[in-house]
């Protein structure tokens, strides 16, 4: 090799490897510049520099993040109604009467736009039947097993791989700022547990959402939990505030949303004094996801809605709202 | 100095050093050598140690402690009882009507065993008006000035003064240790929180207790939640499982506890697999604390009663028992 080439290579190589260091040192690769990612980054310096007259203390910094349409993705359906739809299939030979009863004789032909159309009552029924029954542990051992193997039905990945790659390092991000990430969810508490801390890093303690009542037993001699058909706390809307302040004790200094569900849940963390930081995500990408939602001008959903108030009210409040087909370079982690 | 004083001084020196260092080592220095402290080194060795094949993970290690009568004081009476009699004294100018209505009217008389003996609902009556009717942050604002002046009516200290020596150095060692403790207490978790970091070293999000049912509202065009007089939930016997289930979402490996009210957190906490580690303290040491419960042949009472039943459940199941006479070289930070 020629000395001119060498120190062609040697430069080559100094520009890889400064390149390398600036993609090592960007916490949010998957992120593109804008002033979404701008004011996340400006958010955790300004509160986590000593010498900043908005610095808080490591044990205050709670971020609370919804998972459906948050974390991961949350259509067709929310991915909790692909599990309760495949409990009921299992279940079926058990229940000859749902051959016929709504909404389970919709669930099995596969019509879950029917099995819908019975409202809010009929999917709470659906969800107490496929959720109750058995023991804590066994109902984990259940989503365990359901989780390593469902798939999405466009995509045909895996659930836990149509989690966001931009919020996945957005919680890397922040836990290595010493911030707590807890999910505050309206999905079940004990349906996301049993794979959080595996797919987020989130431990099962730091998972808070809707849950159904549980029953203190001696079977066989040993003391268990049986899990009842009975709705014990809806952590939705009004409830997110509320299961924050039961759970965690604090307000949390940064919130991350995607729909009507969270507003409250941004509005009480904004509320409380000194810096704050509320996100919400607008799925506006229906080439990479889906786009839906009034604040697109798309029709709603049945969960999930980003209504033109919403959007609204974040302009007003100074709430970042994020663009996933703008602000996010990729959207899973399997996307080129 | 002679040479033999010289040596002489420079073996006391070492002496004294190599007793220091020992005494530095000891991570249980209130703690009496004997078969419970024992128990319980043995326990954290063989969880910890990466060879043992009773090793657990650190985000296994969870533990749960009972706080009245286990972490501090619970006598004349539980130290909430004291802190809702000073509550009516200052409410009682609002409400005139307490001077003939009961239980208040027996508070404000300092008569507590009449008050008490309206029963449950006179106790739940008087919790909840002096519990709630404001926002969370004003009730611990409320609990953070109580706790901070309000005294033990016979040694004169601070409650927070009233926490038992060895039980705040077994909290450190645990957590030394990889140990994530949690208060689960029949208490008021909103009651608890604004000290128990400070006191145990517990923060909110692990604080786990009895609450009432707050509503969340606007008010000013700030998110808050306030505080209403129901109750909604009872974390004591069968709700202590629940509790923990709920808020943590594994079972611990580790139980501290004292009364009838912790029976089922230790039972829920054997029955998990692997090793696991359960203790109640008794009370028998009435010249330095106080001695109650039909276990020692004494009266029962209120609350913090420990059972012959119970002792004998604890004796069969292998649960470590300590004797506060026994086993504690001392009870309180302030004793000699």
């Known amino acids: 090799m020629k000395t001119k080439n060498l120190v062609a290579a040697a430069l080559v190589g100094a520009v890889a490897f400064t ?14 510049d804008g002033p979404a990612k701008k004011s996340i980054v400006e958010f955790v310096a300004k509160v ?9 203390p490591v044990p205050e910094r709670i971020a609370t993040f919804d998972n459906d349409g948050t974390l991961w993705c949350e259509q067709p359906l929310p991915v909790q109604a692909f599990f309760a739809s495949d409990r009921v299939k299992t279940l079926a ?9 709504e909404p389970f004789a919709s669930v099995l032909k596969g019509d879950y736009k029917a099995a819908l159309a019975g409202g809010d009552h009929a999917i709470l029924e659906l969800f107490m039947v496929t959720h109750a029954g058995m023991t804590t542990e066994e109902f984990e051992q259940i989503v365990k097993d359901w989780i390593t193997t469902a798939k999405h039905p466009k995509t045909g990945k895996l659930f836990t791989e149509m989690t966001y790659q931009p919020m996945l390092e957005l919680l890397a991000y922040l836990r290595a700022n010493g911030f707590k990430n807890f999910i505050v969810s309206g999905g079940g508490i004990e349906f996301m547990r049993p794979w959080a801390e595996q797919v987020y ?10 849950s159904i009542t549980t029953q203190f037993e001696m079977r066989n001699g040993k003391a268990v939990l049986l899990r009842l058909p ?22 949390p200094i940064a919130a991350f949303g995607n729909s009507t ?31 839906y939602g009034p604040a697109l001008g798309l029709p709603n959903v049945k969960l999930g ?14 709430w970042t709202v994020i663009s ?12 080129k």
Request: hydrophobic content about 35%; proline content about 7%.
């Open 261 to 291: 569900g969270d507003k409250e849940m941004l509005e009480y963390t904004q509320a409380g004094s000194g810096a704050r930081f509320e996100l919400l995500v607008l799925h506006d990408d229906g080439a990479r996801e889906y786009a």
């Open 19 to 32: 390149f390398n260091i600036a993609r090592a040192q960007d916490p949010l690769p998957s992120w593109n």
């Open 324 to 335: 996933m087909k703008n602000d996010w370079k990729r959207i899973f982690a399997f996307d």
């Open 305 to 318: 809605a980003f209504t033109q108030a919403l959007y609204d009210q974040a302009q007003k409040s100074g």
């Open 93 to 101: 030979p058990q229940h000859p009467e749902w051959k016929t009863k």
């Open 48 to 56: 986590t520099k000593p010498a900043s007259p908005d610095f808080v």
């Open 201 to 210: 890093g989130i431990p099962p303690e730091q998972v808070v959402g809707s």
């Open 230 to 251: 009975k709705l014990n706390f809806n952590d939705d809307k009004e409830g997110k505030p509320i299961g924050i302040n039961q759970h965690i004790g604090r307000r």
